[in-house]
């Protein structure tokens, strides 16, 4: 299996780009067109109001700031403009009219000199930021206030300003979305600037988040962020989220969970309900085997019925959370681990097929070396495991399922605790040096 990338707070502005990339490209929200993407930008930063304002609530406004900057990161991806050359080529280490830090604009300000600026991203060169906490702190030191007014106090009357601004901000970049670069050979280059122009406003509200109430803390985007995102979904909490789509997945700036009916209550999992949906997906997506690599896990558990019937019900789900939570550790970052019912779960492994068997076989020895305790009891449960794979059967994700399904039931007629296709040597040597 691929190597993961690492994320973590103190990563470049591209690293952070490419966190949310990994997170929810292309099947989730962010694999919407750029006007979608857009929107929901929008929406969100408009719910900000609710606690900046209303609220002044500290916590919120804290996550609202998270929630802008990822879906700005969003549209960024989607438009694949490099945000980290975008801001140097328009704020390099200066304000872009005056050309110094501090800002010293006169008001109004003089206009931009492209030739200037261009010849201070050169000469500023030592001191390009280096990580987003980098970023933010560069803008602090060129504007000390919005638009460089040193004489808006520190207050809510300069948070409500630079809100304003975000709005401004947020309109130029509509115009500049509407475009076509067919007609306008400088559209890109345009949209580009706007695009600058919205990220430096958005670090302007983290700067001066402190006034949002008199005992709030001052607010650092890398910390926020990586608070609400630490290098996952911040609903589903996977590497690579699963959340379905759905109206309710549209609603990034929300306080409620996912809709509950696309998760299990007694495991946490996905439900039956989510697994449909993202097959459904997958099958929109990829309309060969070729074009994809997956492996479809599907395990039956031995004898469940009895667990229920002997130790009551209650124990039965006790048992399928501790079942459920070992399927997921073991199936790691490149797996999605659902349960379709009943004492059946399914893991789709963003892998092939020898991968595939060698995760079956981990999760198989993993749940029949690790009994269930509860008080004096221990139960030991197993697994019939069925595994197919786009490599290995050069079928489309719907038909994988029926045919790892098929395998967990010949399994399960032919001794149980076993996987279908058996591990070789191979997978063998492979799994004893994991």
Request: glycine residues 6%; proline residues 5%; aromatic residues 10%.
């Amino acid at each position: 299996m691929a190597a993961q990338p690492t994320y973590h707070k103190e990563m470049s502005l591209p690293e952070w780009v490419r966190m949310f990339r990994d997170i929810y490209f292309p099947a989730q929200n962010y694999g919407r067109s750029a006007f979608e993407l857009f929107t929901h930008l929008v929406k969100v930063f408009g719910a900000g109001s609710h606690y900046l304002f209303r609220l002044s609530d500290p916590k919120g406004s804290r996550q609202y700031v998270a929630k802008v900057f990822a879906w700005y990161c969003a549209l960024a991806n989607r438009l694949t403009i490099d945000l980290d050359d975008a801001l140097w080529q328009k704020y390099p280490n200066v304000c872009p009219r005056c050309v110094k830090a501090p800002c010293q604009c006169a008001d109004p300000p003089a206009a931009i000199d492209p030739e200037r600026l261009a010849s201070a991203a050169l000469e500023n060169a030592y001191a390009r930021p280096r990580t987003l906490r980098d970023w933010q702190t560069m803008f602090a030191h060129i504007y000390r206030g919005p638009s460089g007014k040193t004489d808006v106090p520190p207050s809510r009357e300069r948070l409500a300003l630079i809100f304003a601004r975000i709005a401004e901000e947020l309109g130029e970049v509509a115009e500049a979305l509407g475009q076509d670069p067919t007609i306008d050979a400088d559209a890109d280059l345009v949209l580009k600037n706007e695009m600058a122009d919205l990220g430096a406003w958005i670090f302007a509200l983290a700067n001066n988040l402190q006034y949002v109430a008199d005992m709030a803390h001052g607010t650092n985007l890398a910390d926020v962020t990586w608070d609400l995102y630490p290098g996952r979904c911040h609903r589903c909490q996977e590497a690579k989220c699963i959340c379905t789509r759905g109206a309710y997945a549209l609603e990034l700036a929300e306080k409620g969970a996912m809709a509950p009916s696309h998760w299990d209550e007694r495991t946490g999992l996905a439900n039956d309900k989510a697994l449909r949906r993202y097959i459904a997906d997958a099958q929109r997506r990829f309309t060969d085997a070729n074009e994809y690599t997956w492996s479809m896990i599907f395990l039956d558990l031995d004898n469940f019925g009895a667990i229920n019937k002997t130790y009551s019900h209650a124990v039965g789900d006790d048992v399928l959370r501790f079942v459920a939570d070992q399927i997921k550790t073991t199936a790691g970052r490149d797996g999605i681990a659902f349960r379709r019912g009943g004492e059946e779960f399914v893991v789709v492994l963003r892998a092939g097929h020898d991968a595939g068997i060698t995760i079956a076989e981990l999760i198989r020895r993993k749940l029949a070396s690790t009994p269930f305790a509860f008080g004096d009891v221990s139960i030991t449960v197993t697994a019939s495991i069925g595994v197919a794979s786009s490599t290995g059967d050069g079928a489309k994700p719907a038909l994988l399922e029926t045919l790892a399904e098929g395998r967990a039931q010949e399994a399960k007629k032919t001794g149980k605790n076993r996987v279908v296709p058996e591990p070789t040597s191979e997978h063998l040597r492979r799994i004893r040096k994991a």
